[in-house]
T-cell receptor, first 112, second 110 residues
Framework: DTGVSQNPRHKITKRGQNVTFRCDPISEHNRLYWYRQTLGQGPEFLTYFQNEAQLEKSRLLSDRFSAERPKGSFSTLEIQRTEQGDSAMYLC??????????FGPGTRLTVT | SQKIEQNSEALNIQEGKTATLTCNYTNYSPAYLQWYRQDPGRGPVFLLLIRENEKEKRKERLKVTFDTTLKQSLFHITASQPADSATYLCALEGNTPLVFGKGTRLSVIA
């Protein structure tokens, strides 16, 4: 499968715990994006990388959130001290530049 | 502030009819407008991209129009089938990464 993959697909955690998600983009794609989606809403942009450089972060991305893309390959999104409001689907997408984005299946986070 | 509106949360149509979904935007000058399909519990899947200097684009049973004066895009599915039932998202791209609308949930009834 040469699409975007995300792990884990589901994560249940208790409030206050830290969680980390992984995204493996399509190998030749230099751009990687993270989005958050809640029920009944469209995906909301969180941050994106051009190769290993993090070029833009949304105001939605509080200081509890951090993302990395070492060596410009896979990316991780960490949420520290999770809150119930962090419960959402976290989507990763990749692309070769502007235009079409290829989305992964998402990681559904439930904070209890 | 930038705003994207998709005309309705849900749209029900009879199989074989044409479904028309609307995407309106304000305070935005997108270079591209894209349409995605999303099935429950899955990531969005790209359908079509239309540039600001294009009026219309077609792909099989899909047609998209883009009117930058009206700040509106229309998305049509002709000869609709129950398998077309999904949520359809419009997304704008300009100097920032994609900004998505809330989506319209389409149900095609056999």
């Amino acid at each position: 499968d040469t699409g975007v993959s995300q792990n884990p697909r589901h994560k249940i955690t208790k409030r206050g715990q830290n969680v980390t998600f992984r995204c493996d983009p399509i190998s030749e794609h230099n751009r990687l994006y993270w989005y958050r989606q809640t029920l009944g809403q469209g995906p909301e942009f969180l941050t994106y990388f051009q190769n290993e450089a993090q070029l833009e972060k949304s105001r939605l991305l509080s200081d509890r959130f951090s993302a990395e893309r070492p060596k410009g390959s896979f990316s991780t999104l960490e949420i520290q001290r999770t809150e119930q409001g962090d419960s959402a689907m976290y989507l990763c997408a990749s692309s070769t530049g502007t235009g079409r984005e290829y989305f992964g299946p998402g990681t559904r986070l439930t904070v209890t | 502030s930038q705003k994207i509106e998709q005309n309705s949360e849900a749209l029900n149509i009879q199989e074989g009819k044409t479904a028309t979904l609307t995407c309106n935007y304000t305070n935005y000058s997108p270079a591209y407008l894209q349409w995605y399909r999303q099935d429950p519990g899955r990531g969005p899947v790209f359908l079509l991209l239309i540039r600001e200097n294009e009026k219309e684009k077609r792909k099989e049973r899909l047609k998209v129009t883009f009117d930058t004066t009206l700040k509106q895009s229309l998305f049509h599915i002709t000869a609709s089938q129950p398998a077309d039932s999904a949520t359809y998202l419009c997304a704008l791209e300009g100097n920032t990464p994609l900004v998505f609308g809330k989506g319209t949930r389409l149900s095609v009834i056999a």
